[in-house]
């Protein structure tokens, strides 16, 4: 059974930094693509960023320069370090993966960026 677990969502200040963690389980998880996705209230949910089974790394525009996606294969787990923080990148975010023709999402977590 695939689970994908994600954590360190927040409250923070424009300007600042989180890390968000997804662990995974149920799959050989050095061998897939991991990737975040976020949904703002009342929009769709987009691709963030992703990471491939050999470390190659991309980014929506949006996010490029100030977000690292990064992977511990010894631990299954997928890291989303966000810094420099805007409003609009508040949403909600989610893990998640393809295995056997089927994509399989996170419970997400909640990313608020405010004064």
């Known amino acids: 059974q695939v689970r994908l677990v994600e954590s360190g969502g927040g409250l923070v200040q424009p300007g600042g930094s989180l890390r968000l963690s997804c662990a995974a389980s149920?799959?050989?998880?050095?061998?897939?693509?991991m990737d975040w996705y976020r949904q703002p209230p009342g929009e769709q949910r987009d691709l963030v960023a992703n990471?491939?089974?050999?470390?190659?790394?991309s980014y929506a525009g949006s996010v490029k320069g100030r977000f690292t996606i990064s992977r511990d294969n010894r631990m299954n787990r997928v890291i989303l370090q966000m810094d420099s923080l805007k409003p609009e990148d508040t949403a909600v975010y989610y893990c998640?993966?393809?295995?056997?023709?089927?994509?399989?999402w996170g419970q997400g977590t909640q990313v608020t960026v405010s004064q």
């Open positions: 990471i491939s089974s050999g470390g190659a790394t």
């Open positions: 149920g799959i050989n998880f050095r061998l897939y693509t």
């Open positions: 998640h993966t393809r295995h056997r023709a089927r994509d399989y």
